[in-house]
């Protein structure tokens, strides 16, 4: 199907609508003529950006709630065709240190937030982001959607769980629900003001600002990166097509990459910033998994996604954007 076309005119909502992939989600989805509605907290820390949508904002509604919040939730679910569910907790680091939150976030607003779709639009699409942290330390690779999930911190335990309420509510009640397995997503609009966020964003920021790229142990443990564009297209996909009902898909890189590879070609593409190798912190040698990188196969097959974007030409559009717009993010 036409899965680009399908948007036109649809009325759409996005929770975490300021944040990194839901902002990218949001403009493409403006571009495409649907009716966009953001919910986002605006929570310190945790990557809404109202910066994210410059010259958008007379394209977007937008919506300053708290998906745990459950009275707002069932008020702004109603009469929107598909909800993209992008809010969460996404720092593993914090969700070691601070559970409780995390288990709000992750857990109890999911099922919040889809008590609001059963009772209030039940024929809503929703399409939900979870992680490949779900996974696990990898017994085999690339992983597939069929790896035990065996996740090594608070944060995949929790998201683990918000999946499968959406699967379970499509199996129980019948919502068209789809789950979308994210390896490590790079690219315009993420938040670098710290490293609790995966790596990648922080990586990106040290090489804009000419410093110093610190990698733990040899570099050596294996990466993949999809650029945003890419996880935004994967959404849009799997909220388009009714084949996606009721399923989860991993959405991973075109190829893996060693840490030391990936920082090298950096600092490469930026043209600055420097690299050096050092021992384990003891609290994330605890919760490292070593090598791991996604399969993409059952969502090539099924709804005919892959990623289009080279890790070089996506590093440079990342450095580029962050090179103008750095104050915004700091």
Not at 174 to 195: C, M, V
Not at 287 to 294: F, R, T
């Amino acid at each position: 199907m036409d899965h680009l076309g399908y948007y036109a005119g649809k009325s759409v909502l996005i929770t975490g609508g300021l944040g990194f992939i839901g902002s990218n989600l949001a403009r493409r989805l403006a571009d495409l003529d649907a009716r966009v509605t953001l919910v986002d907290s605006l929570i310190p820390d945790y990557g809404g950006n109202l910066f994210n949508i410059a010259g958008y904002e007379d394209r977007l509604q937008l919506n300053i709630a708290d998906v745990r919040d459950p009275y707002s939730m069932r008020a702004l679910v109603k009469g929107h065709d598909v909800l993209f569910n992008l809010a969460g907790q996404v720092s593993h680091l914090d969700s070691m240190t601070d559970p409780f939150t995390d288990l709000e976030i992750n857990t109890r607003s999911q099922l919040s937030i889809l008590e609001a779709c059963r009772y209030e639009n039940p024929d809503i699409k929703v399409v939900y982001a979870g992680t490949r942290q779900q996974y696990g330390k990898p017994r085999y690779l690339p992983l597939d959607e069929d790896h035990l999930q065996a996740p090594t911190d608070v944060n995949g335990v929790n998201k683990l769980a918000g999946e499968w309420y959406h699967i379970v509510y499509h199996a129980a009640y019948g919502l068209r629900t789809a789950s979308l397995r994210l390896t490590n997503t790079y690219g315009p609009r993420q938040l670098i003001r710290h490293n609790r966020q995966g790596f990648i964003g922080w990586f990106v920021r040290l090489a804009v600002e000419g410093k110093e790229i610190q990698l733990y142990g040899d570099g050596q443990q294996l990466r993949d990166l999809v650029y945003v564009d890419d996880v935004v297209d994967a959404f849009l996909r799997a909220g388009a097509c009714e084949q996606a009902n009721g399923q989860v898909y991993n959405v991973g890189g075109q190829a893996p990459i060693s840490l030391l590879a990936l920082a090298q070609l950096l600092i490469e593409v930026a043209g600055r910033g420097s690299l050096t190798l050092v021992p384990w912190p003891e609290a994330r040698k605890k919760i490292d998994i070593g090598d791991v990188y996604s399969s993409s196969a059952r969502i090539q097959s099924e709804l005919g996604w892959q990623p289009a974007t080279g890790l070089r030409e996506g590093l440079a559009s990342t450095v580029a954007y962050y090179a103008r717009f750095l104050d915004r993010y700091l």
